[in-house]
């Protein structure tokens, strides 16, 4: 009977074992955080990613950041740029970054190994998107992304103007947008099929009239507070 009673005793404790690691496991939503500009913490409590960020804080009189932000970012995050612009990119902050958190880093100077992250990342997958982004005439490498994860699509524009890839695109929970792009988009009776819009990379006059603006929308947000946090709840 001791010996019986021992044995399924052992197999009642693994199964409350597995079972609450399953419990405890299991994701139940994508938090993203705005920290400033297109700069965004995007978590689902096991994979860190961070989109534009690091940047040059105050770049082009954008929003500024302090250095706990830094500190804060979190060990062996993953890191990806739609472009090399300081307001979006900082080569001194990020290097500074990965020396002490490691991490990876990908953007329009290695689009092929970051359309292979699926296969390290659970339940995740990532399409870039070439997309035009000039300053006073001179065109500069750029690139949008859609990022499907645990079934949620995430799409995030960076400083591209041109509505042609969002338009094509169905379906979206979360678009990350900038004003120009929403112009675009509702001047040239282009859809953006999102179940929300986040408004994002607002230039401080720009702060007052976009919030204004979206104050009774439903779908459309204005990020105009660093460190608001969104939360995609995970069917």
């Given at each position: 009977?001791?010996?019986?009673?021992?044995?399924?005793?052992?197999i009642?404790?693994?199964?409350?074992?597995?079972?609450s690691?399953?419990?405890?496991s299991?994701?139940?939503?994508?938090q993203?955080?705005?920290?400033?500009?297109?700069?965004?913490?995007m978590?689902?409590?096991?994979?860190?990613f961070?989109?534009?960020?690091?940047?040059?804080?105050?770049?082009?009189?954008y929003?500024?950041f302090?250095?706990?932000?830094?500190?804060?970012?979190?060990?062996n995050?993953?890191f990806?740029?739609?472009?090399?612009?300081?307001?979006?990119?900082?080569?001194?902050?990020?290097?500074?970054?990965?020396?002490?958190?490691?991490g990876?880093?990908?953007?329009?100077?290695?689009?092929?190994?970051?359309?292979?992250?699926?296969?390290?990342?659970?339940?995740?997958?990532?399409k870039?998107?070439?997309t035009?982004?000039?300053?006073?005439?001179?065109s500069?490498?750029?690139?949008?992304?859609?990022i499907?994860?645990?079934?949620?699509?995430?799409?995030?524009?960076?400083d591209t103007?041109k509505?042609e890839?969002?338009?094509?695109?169905?379906d979206?929970?979360?678009?990350?947008?900038?004003?120009?792009?929403?112009?675009?988009?509702?001047?040239?009776?282009?859809?953006?099929?999102?179940?929300?819009?986040?408004?994002?990379h607002?230039?401080?006059?720009?702060?007052?009239p976009?919030e204004q603006?979206?104050?009774?929308?439903?779908?459309?947000?204005p990020?105009?507070k660093?460190?608001?946090?969104?939360?995609?709840?995970i069917?």
């Amino acid at each position: 009977m001791t010996k019986r009673f021992g044995l399924r005793g052992i197999i009642v404790f693994i199964t409350l074992c597995l079972f609450s690691f399953s419990s405890f496991s299991q994701i139940k939503e994508i938090q993203i955080e705005f920290i400033g500009n297109c700069g965004l913490h995007m978590t689902d409590g096991t994979t860190n990613f961070y989109i534009d960020f690091p940047y040059k804080s105050g770049a082009f009189n954008y929003m500024e950041f302090e250095n706990a932000e830094l500190d804060s970012i979190k060990d062996n995050s993953i890191f990806i740029f739609t472009h090399k612009h300081s307001d979006h990119y900082s080569k001194k902050n990020l290097k500074k970054v990965l020396k002490e958190k490691k991490g990876q880093t990908y953007g329009p100077w290695n689009i092929a190994e970051l359309e292979q992250l699926g296969e390290t990342v659970p339940d995740f997958s990532i399409k870039a998107f070439k997309t035009e982004h000039k300053v006073f005439g001179i065109s500069f490498k750029h690139y949008s992304y859609l990022i499907n994860w645990h079934g949620k699509k995430i799409y995030l524009s960076g400083d591209t103007g041109k509505t042609e890839t969002i338009g094509k695109i169905s379906d979206i929970d979360w678009a990350f947008i900038p004003y120009w792009l929403y112009k675009n988009a509702k001047d040239q009776n282009v859809l953006i099929d999102a179940k929300m819009v986040g408004i994002y990379h607002l230039y401080p006059v720009e702060v007052a009239p976009a919030e204004q603006i979206f104050q009774n929308s439903e779908d459309h947000y204005p990020l105009t507070k660093q460190g608001e946090r969104i939360s995609i709840k995970i069917e």
